[in-house]
């Protein structure tokens, strides 16, 4: 059974450091490619971050280029977050999709464009 099992979040001072880390059991996660999404209450889920395993390709939105890096090792990807603001407050998301076999994040990196999700994990930033 594949799972995903988010951990991590918490509630820290703006311009603190947080590592979310994603946990993947029932399938081998270097073959496929891993996104970290959000969402905030009221907003949209919105990609933040996505490594492919194919093709060396890794996507950073741009609010997340320079303060956060995803990274994986063997079964488990992690999302380490820097200069947190008050707006990154969210419900964090590691995702992945073992259907599709291109490992790759450049063919798409929207909700609809991963089959399996975690949980989630609440980060809340407060000035």
């Known amino acids: 059974q594949v799972q995903l099992v988010e951990s991590g979040g918490d509630s820290v001072q703006s311009g603190g450091s947080l590592r979310l880390s994603c946990s993947a059991s029932g399938f081998t996660l270097s073959r496929y490619k891993i996104a970290w999404f959000r969402q905030a209450p009221g907003e949209e889920r919105e990609a933040v971050s996505c490594m492919s395993s194919s093709d060396g390709y890794t996507y950073y939105s741009p609010s997340a280029k320079g303060r956060f890096t995803i990274s994986r090792d063997k079964n488990m990807a992690y999302l380490d977050m820097s200069s947190l603001k008050p707006e990154d407050t969210a419900v964090y998301y590691c995702?992945?999709?073992?259907?599709?076999?291109?490992?790759?994040?450049?063919?798409?990196?929207?909700?609809?464009?991963?089959?399996?999700w975690g949980q989630g994990t609440q980060v809340t930033v407060f000035s």
């Open positions: 995702a992945t999709d073992t259907w599709d076999h291109t490992g790759s994040c450049l063919y798409g990196m929207t909700v609809r464009d991963f089959a399996q």
